[in-house]
């Protein structure tokens, strides 16, 4: 039935509203849609119609809400809230509670009746915290940099139905400093070879590092300034905040020689890496920079009200600047260019000192915590920043990792109790794993911290989950997850981890290896017999319930975590060959091995986004010309596997991305271990000790020339995960 021509009013005064549907809401020619009404029509086209978005604004000191009601009619669907991005939390609410539909990052399932059934009763929903803040400093990197405008606006979709109201922007930052700099004696040619390519450039924003690999062009300082300002406008239109870097003192070499008087600080070397300068914020130079930094900033991508700087990240050297003199200099700044704006910092290692935070007007500060759900010890923030505001935060994944899990019995216990105990400061939650778009089942769980209040029952909600995950309850579908609730997502931060242990497929050969990644865990933290058993439920799943997806990513998410935790299983197996000089045992163990690596590389080229060559693809597609895309697509490889230089990759940062992808598995992994197995063979067969391999040469030459990688899946995930349960079952 076609919506009445008439604009829809609530019993809430004040209130505007605007129909989902292919006429304007009031039947007058021309009138606007919301932008919430435009995302629904993205996600759900064929249900889009259906659905009415109402606005009303926040009771003073209430915070965001949502209501949704169907009016016990089929196909009339209301959503109100405060915001578009909260009117469509609300549409995720409806969608999970009521018509048993998922929309995540990873996977979804929309396979909806004809005409949406009405929720059996009001629903509502209220924010517990005013902070919803997502994405990591890391995220550009490690995610993929060179995402277009397509990736982004679902992205940006997904993440206002989860509940977000503050999301971190790096792309177009480049542009940023490039035309800055260019007041401060700096040429287009030097800014453009100092800026790293885009890749690496999360690190440079952070003063870890620049100039790696290649220069910059215009044409992508441009494009990416674009992308940037369209990320944070379609932000502004849901009614979302973009969280863009402020100016803390980077600058270029020889920036006291081109602006005499000025006064930097050297930072030394981060990880292998020559750090850039920093200008000392107590000065007249530092506020001059920093006020042509926000004027462009304004400029390119537009004002917000959330900056996020971080001084003296990851070992940064303050010199013989004092520490909290050099935060009110940052302050000021950011006040004369944007009074009232809140300054973000992230908490991380011991960052930010109470020196910092004691030392600033902590009303407009958010520390964005990264390591709540990560060290035992921590359990008093107040007194850790002095009563400073903080968002609850979460990192279980590094580097992009493809491990699956999280700590969700600590968010259960601690997010809650932290936020209402006596004088608490939280103010908010932070998802901030370093590479998003994956284990979509911790992805929605922390989200919805901030939109419930109570204790959290975790087998209660996983099995919801389940049900709303594929579509309805199925008795296989529930007992897989109940069992990846007590393994996977069993773990906490006892063992002082927050994310899984990485799979020793990736790992640079040798027999003793503990992790793939330098600074990730040494041991499985569940037992991994008792994980494989959710390979088995899930294949049980039945089959009207395998269409989606959602089951397909989770498939292929579990056999390949089935598969990556069987690696720590074998290695010791043939090390004892190895050790026994038992030959044939060697022989069909390393066999095994590689036919294992095979099998994972062909279970996960079934997926779109678990292709290397894909990544690859979009890299070389922001290129002008054949030698532009070969140095992005360098720039790519190489962060995903040495990451930068020799020293870089000697000093730990070899594998720190280290992923189970189609064409990396079966590419540069495997090619390392065949060469490993094969000098280990020669060695035993002539009883000597086995030649050492120049590995970061190996490595180096492979992501310069890596041969022909699928830019598209190919075989059938149900059919290869049911090869993967076959063979490690027998393999047990």
Known sequence: MPLPRRLFLTGLAGTAAVACSGTPADGVPGARRTAAADAARRLLPRHWKQITFRTVPPKPGAGDFFQVTGGGARGRITVTGTTPAVQLTGLRHYLKHTARANITWAGSRTDLPRRLPAPAETLTGRANTPHRFVLNDTNDGYTNAYHGWSYWERELDVLALHGYNEVLVYVGADAVYHRTLQEFGYGDEELRSWIPAPAHQPWWLLQNMSSFPHPVSRQLLDARARLGRRICDRLRELGMTPVLPGYFGTVPPGFKERN????????????????????????????????AFYRTQDDLLGPTTMYKMDLLHEGGKPGDVPVAEAARGVEKALRTAHPGATWVMLGWQHNPPRTITDAVDKKHMLVVDGISDRFPHITDREADWGSTPYAFGSIWNFGGHTALGANTPDWAELFEKWRTKEGSTLSGIALMPEAADNNPAAFELFSELAWRTGSLDLEEWFAEWATARYGAADPHAAAAWDVLRRTAYGTTRADKWAEGADGLFGARPDLAARSAASWSPKKMRYDPAEFVPALGELLAVRRDLRDSSAYRRDLLDVARQALSNHSRVLLPRVKEAYDAKDTARFDRLTSDWLDLMDLLDRLVATDSRHLLGRWVADARAWGADARERDQLAYDQLSLLTVWGHRSGADAGLRDYAN????????????????????????????????????????????????????????????EIAAQVHARLTTAR
């Open 659 to 718: 992923r189970e992808w189609a064409g990396l598995v079966g590419g540069l992994y495997r090619l390392r271990w065949e060469r490993y197995f094969e000098e280990l063979r020669s060695a035993l067969t002539e009883d000597r000790a086995p030649q050492k391999t120049d590995w970061f040469a190996l490595e180096d030459g492979w992501i310069r020339d890596p041969g022909r990688l699928a830019t598209r899946p190919t075989g059938d995930t149900y």
């Open 260 to 291: 005499p008087g000025a006064r930097t600080v050297p930072q030394g070397n981060w990880v292998g890496f020559a750090r850039p300068d920093w200008l000392d914020p107590r000065t007249g130079h530092f506020a001059r920079v920093a006020a």
